[in-house]
């Protein structure tokens, strides 16, 4: 069957979801993840196509969409809903479909040629070279748009849908990941602190964690206690988390990433292999994945799951 092509003559053939698999040694933990993986992009599958959109913008959609992303967050948001609800309910469905939906528009804008000005992205074009930059533009702004309409349609009690959408617009927003996003392009070509890489990693990634987190808590009816925990939780591995994408992105090849290995120091980002060197980095992740670890130790041996991927985060290929 010869693959279709878009204006921009760009392969649009279908694309294999690959399964995620991570470096470790629990054939139930890799099950779990991929099982729910797989869950959240029949979820997305299933919003997508209820949605009355224009065609072109939908192909977009659904190619940025229902690509083979690693899903980490809104599994992260679907676990932490089990742990305090013993199961995933409606409103965790809906709550990891958005959360999948914000942070792909992140990553939708964060290739476009005036932000890290990317081609590649989930192991195929990204979105500006097989859709043109407009559509890019407006295909992350309906993602992003999209995920608080299905927050205040699908979720059913009011005080749910607020708190939920109040967590993820806080955390997308001005003061969380677009902060981030533009401290990060403001540190182009500086040398940077430390302090000050911690400030733009926390904002434009660890609090979209801390928000999946606090999302799925919330979703299943958890104490503040509960929701406290698991909000600290999720910032300390959203941390190590990008420290981890800032360590393979000296140390990976684009093959294994699915993204462009290396253009961190080629647009001269301010990383924390560049400020602190690879050896403390890998030792900072690891410290912080711990510490989320200690984090869960009241929730006993239900908590494992989160346990493991906290580990898993940092030690992952891709
Ligand atoms: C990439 O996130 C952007 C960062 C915050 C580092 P992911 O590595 O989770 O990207 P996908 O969703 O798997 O493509
Ligand atoms: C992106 O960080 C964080 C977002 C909020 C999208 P990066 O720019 O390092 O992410 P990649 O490496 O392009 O995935
Ligand atoms: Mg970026
Ligand atoms: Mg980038
Ligand atoms: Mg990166």
């Given at each position: 069957m010869k693959a279709r092509r878009n204006r921009y003559n760009v392969k649009l053939g279908k694309f294999k979801i690959k399964n995620w698999k991570l470096?470790?040694?629990?054939q139930d933990f890799n099950t779990q993840l991929r099982r729910r993986a797989q869950f959240v992009t029949r979820t997305l599958q299933r919003l997508l196509a209820s949605q009355q959109i224009d065609s072109e913008l939908k192909e977009a959609l659904r190619y940025t969409?229902?690509?083979?992303?690693?899903?980490v967050r809104s599994v992260l948001a679907l676990w932490c809903c089990e742990l305090v609800s013993g199961e995933v309910n409606h409103n965790a469905e809906i709550a990891a479909a958005a959360i999948e939906m914000v942070h792909t528009y992140s990553l939708v804008h964060d290739d476009l040629p005036a932000m890290d000005?990317?081609?590649?992205r989930r192991g195929q074009p990204t979105c500006h070279k097989a859709f043109g930059e407009a559509t890019a533009i407006l295909t992350g702004d309906a993602l992003l748009t999209l995920a608080f309409e299905i927050l205040a349609k699908e979720i059913d009690e009011s005080a749910i849908a607020v708190g939920l959408i109040g967590e993820l617009a806080q955390a997308a927003g001005p003061a969380g990941m677009i902060a981030g996003q533009m401290a990060d392009l403001k540190a182009e070509n500086t040398e940077g602190t430390e302090q000050h890489l911690r400030i733009i990693h926390t904002n434009k990634t660890a609090k979209m964690f801390r928000c999946a987190a606090a999302m799925g808590a919330i979703a299943g009816g958890a104490d503040d206690n509960q929701l406290k925990r698991l909000c600290d939780y999720g910032l300390k591995i959203g941390l190590a988390f990008q420290i981890a994408d800032d360590i393979l992105d000296v140390c990976g090849s684009s093959e294994q990433l699915g993204k462009t290995a290396g253009k961190d120091a080629k647009a001269a980002k301010c990383t924390y292999p560049a400020v602190l060197g690879m050896e403390k980095s890998k030792q900072l992740a690891k410290e912080l994945a711990d510490e989320a670890v200690e984090v869960?130790?009241?929730?006993?041996?239900?908590?494992d799951l989160l346990r493991q991927l906290a580990m898993a985060l940092v030690e992952r290929t891709r």
């Open positions: 470096k470790i040694e629990n969409l229902i690509s083979p992303g690693k899903r000005d990317d081609d590649l869960l130790e009241p929730f006993g041996a239900k908590a």
